[in-house]
């Protein structure tokens, strides 16, 4: 029985052991890895933002542009947008 009391003393060392771990892995995730989600996060909501903002240009655009195309009544207005996503240096 004395070697049944030990070996289970010893599991439950083993759980504790494995409990500290995961309590300190969960810590350090929060503490690292959510911070790096949340700038991923708000990068991707940026980008978003300036997505959202070109497209509402292109309407506008279309929008204004319909008005001096000469084009019948109905027919389709289409501005071309185009632009960089990054600056090239000059060489």
Do not use: C
């Given at each position: 029985?004395?070697?049944g009391?030990?070996?289970?003393?010893?599991?439950?060392?083993?759980?504790?052991?494995?409990?500290?771990?995961?309590?300190?892995g969960?810590?350090?995730?929060?503490?690292?890895?959510?911070?790096?989600?949340?700038?991923?996060?708000?990068?991707?909501?940026?980008?978003?933002?300036?997505?959202?903002?070109?497209?509402?240009?292109?309407?506008?655009?279309?929008?204004?542009?319909?008005?001096?195309?000469?084009?019948?009544?109905?027919?389709?207005?289409?501005?071309?947008?185009?632009?960089?996503?990054?600056?090239?240096?000059?060489?």
């Amino acid at each position: 029985m004395a070697d049944g009391l030990d070996t289970l003393g010893e599991a439950f060392e083993t759980l504790n052991d494995g409990a500290k771990q995961l309590y300190e892995g969960n810590e350090q995730f929060k503490s690292e890895g959510l911070d790096q989600l949340k700038e991923k996060v708000d990068l991707g909501v940026g980008e978003l933002e300036t997505l959202q903002s070109v497209m509402d240009e292109i309407k506008a655009m279309n929008k204004e542009y319909a008005s001096y195309s000469g084009a019948p009544e109905g027919a389709t207005v289409t501005s071309r947008y185009v632009f960089r996503t990054k600056e090239e240096s000059s060489k």
